[in-house]
T-cell receptor, first 112, second 115 residues
Framework: AQKVTQAQTEISVVEKEDVTLDCVYE???????LFWYKQPPSGELVFLIR??????QNEISGRYSWNFQKSTSSFNFTITASQVVDSAVYFC?????????FGAGTTVTVRA | DTGVSQDPRHKITKRGQNVTFRCDPI?????LYWYRQTLGQGPEFLTY??????LEKSRLLSDRFSAERPKGSFSTLEIQRTEQGDSAMYLC????WGTGVLEQYFGPGTRLTVT
């Protein structure tokens, strides 16, 4: 069975602080894909990043970076120097046969 | 570049009525997905199509729900005899043809309220 756990329900920070979102997943598959999506107040889910299980190299893309640790089944996501526009719900997701299994989401509020 | 569109954006209906939602995927995306999202939760998978073929249906999709994608382009999701528990956001997503697993692009959703 596939399961994604986002233990943090809400995070509130002041602008320019870094924000790290935790994600722990369970899967029996040896090859799998993980995603992060953002859902701003407008409601539309926006794709942020994708990582496959056979590449553990961590990357940085602009203000976003991610830390994939296969040994601990974690896929954490960091926003550097947060901005008010980053306020949204962030979802971690795992793919099984093309369908996404989402965590419950973490609400990030960035205060000016 | 046109994204995924959904119609209507909001629907209020009385319990027992039938409702139908439409999704237009990104052009040339051959995979189309329906998800349901309730307040405070992540989206849950309902069903998916590859071209016009419906390849998988979740247990969440009771016999009151039916989805179609007649010509492999737009899709409709119909709920018959709506119940208050059907109140949710219904999200559509599409992804392109290709090897590997590719990201899904979501529409704005249809928010259903059953009174």
């Amino acid at each position: 069975a596939q399961k994604v756990t986002q233990a943090q329900t809400e995070i509130s920070v002041v602008e320019k602080e870094d924000v790290t979102l935790d994600c722990v997943y369970e899967t029996r598959d040896t090859t799998y894909y993980l995603f992060w999506y953002k859902q701003p107040p407008s409601g539309e889910l926006v794709f942020l990043i994708r990582r496959n299980s056979f590449d553990e190299q961590n990357e940085i893309s602009g203000r976003y970076s991610w830390n994939f640790q296969k040994s601990t089944s974690s896929f954490n996501f960091t926003i550097t120097a947060s901005q008010v526009v980053d306020s949204a719900v962030y979802f971690c997701a795992l793919v099984n046969d093309y369908k996404l299994s989402f965590g419950a989401g973490t609400t990030v509020t960035v205060r000016a | 570049d046109t994204g995924v569109s959904q119609d209507p954006r909001h629907k209020i209906t009385k319990r027992g009525q039938n409702v139908t939602f439409r999704c237009d995927p990104i052009s040339e995306h051959n995979r189309l997905y329906w998800y349901r999202q309730t307040l405070g939760q992540g989206p849950e998978f309902l069903t998916y199509f590859q071209n016009e073929a419906q390849l998988e249906k979740s247990r969440l999709l009771s016999d009151r729900f039916s989805a179609e994608r007649p010509k492999g382009s737009f899709s409709t999701l119909e709920i018959q005899r709506t119940e208050q528990g059907d109140s949710a956001m219904y999200l559509c997503a599409s992804s392109p043809w290709g090897t590997g697993v590719l990201e899904q692009y979501f529409g704005p959703g249809t928010r259903l309220t059953v009174t």
